[in-house]
């Protein structure tokens, strides 16, 4: 079976612009998370969707958006990009919203503002 | 709120040798998992190990070992005989109960092993 797959792999972008990134999850698999990792720094989170709706939230503003599809991929929308928005997004897809010992991650989408 | 710290930015090991990472964490949940993650240059996030708060014995996966000690919070990595392969980013990372399956990460050790 294939892993989580996200796309594209990589994208440039100018400020003010918007982004729209997605994410398949492994087959069965119901929950989808977005992470921001930027350079230098671990993950963190941004958002958790489960069965189409948003299970939790991190600290990120309201330009972050994303929504779950029936099939349960996934898209996360960001608007009027700002040059700290460059980082290496993550998608990680886990079988329940309360899967305690597996999260699997894609390998991400780098996204560059200029 | 739920804290990962990994003191070490850079570690050096030569091949064959064992090699230990370290990672403390801070939460309030008294059900929690800890996981390790691989990142090679590519970027992806490889799973390495997992262990639960309620886990009596340390985890164990081939080469991985989670030397988990609750009352210390702390969950080091252990790599036994390291492989030029294992040259990359290491992260731990937590989950709570209060953030369903959402991880928590450190800002990672850089892994350099050289032959």
């Known amino acids: 079976d294939a892993g989580v797959t996200q796309s594209p792999t990589h994208l440039i972008k100018t400020r003010g612009q918007h982004v729209t990134l997605r994410c398949s999850p492994i087959s069965g698999h119901k929950s989808v998370s977005w992470y921001q990792q930027v350079l230098g720094q671990g993950p963190q989170f941004i958002f958790q969707?489960?069965?189409?709706?948003?299970?939790g939230r991190g600290n990120f503003p309201d330009r972050f958006s994303a929504r779950q599809f029936p099939n349960y991929s996934s898209e996360l929308n960001v608007n009027a990009l700002l040059l700290g928005d460059s980082a290496l997004y993550l998608c990680?897809?886990?079988?329940?919203?309360?899967?305690?010992?597996?999260?699997?991650f894609g390998p991400g989408t780098r996204l560059t503002v200029l | 709120a739920q804290k990962i710290t990994q003191t070490q930015p850079g570690m050096f090991v030569q091949e064959k040798e064992a090699v230990t990472l370290d990672c403390t964490y801070d939460?309030?949940?008294?059900?929690?998992?800890l996981f390790w993650y691989k990142q090679p240059s590519s970027g992806e996030m490889i799973f390495l190990i997992y262990?639960?708060?309620?886990?009596?014995q340390n985890a164990t996966e081939g080469r991985y070992s989670l030397n988990f000690q609750k009352a210390r919070k702390s969950a080091n990595l252990v790599i036994s005989a390291s492989q030029l392969g294992d040259s990359a980013m290491y992260f731990c990372?937590?989950?709570?109960?209060?953030?369903?399956?959402?991880?928590?990460f450190g800002k990672g050790t850089m892994l350099l092993v050289s032959p």
């Open positions: 262990q639960g708060s309620y886990d009596e």
């Open positions: 990680a897809s886990s079988l329940e919203l309360q899967t305690y010992n597996e999260q699997f």
């Open positions: 990372a937590m989950r709570g109960v209060s953030g369903y399956s959402t991880l928590t």
């Open positions: 939460t309030s949940d008294q059900s929690y998992g």
């Open positions: 969707y489960y069965e189409k709706e948003e299970r």
